[in-house]
């Protein structure tokens, strides 16, 4: 009886690693395929490209305030920060 259980709670914890192995191997899977369509992925890069630009010219704008600050002016002066 108690091989028997012991059995029993080796295929059980048989079974859980291999329930955590696919669904580990299901999430890598679905990051390796990425996306299919290939429209999808043309509007995922402009996507990428727009949020990118907009990054550039926080970027730019904020070492123009920066300057400013160093040179000791405030950027109330200049309307455009």
């Known amino acids: 009886m108690e091989a028997k259980n012991e059995e029993t709670e080796k295929k059980l914890q048989e079974s859980e690693l291999l329930r955590r192995q696919i669904a580990s191997l299901v999430e890598e899977n679905g990051k ?37 600050f160093r040179e000791g002016k405030k950027p109330e002066q200049y309307p455009d920060f």
């Open 32 to 68: 390796l395929l990425g996306h299919q369509n290939p429209q999808q992925k043309i509007q995922y890069l402009v996507k990428l490209k727009k949020d990118n630009n907009k990054l550039i010219e926080e970027i730019n704008k904020l070492r123009a305030e920066n300057l400013l």
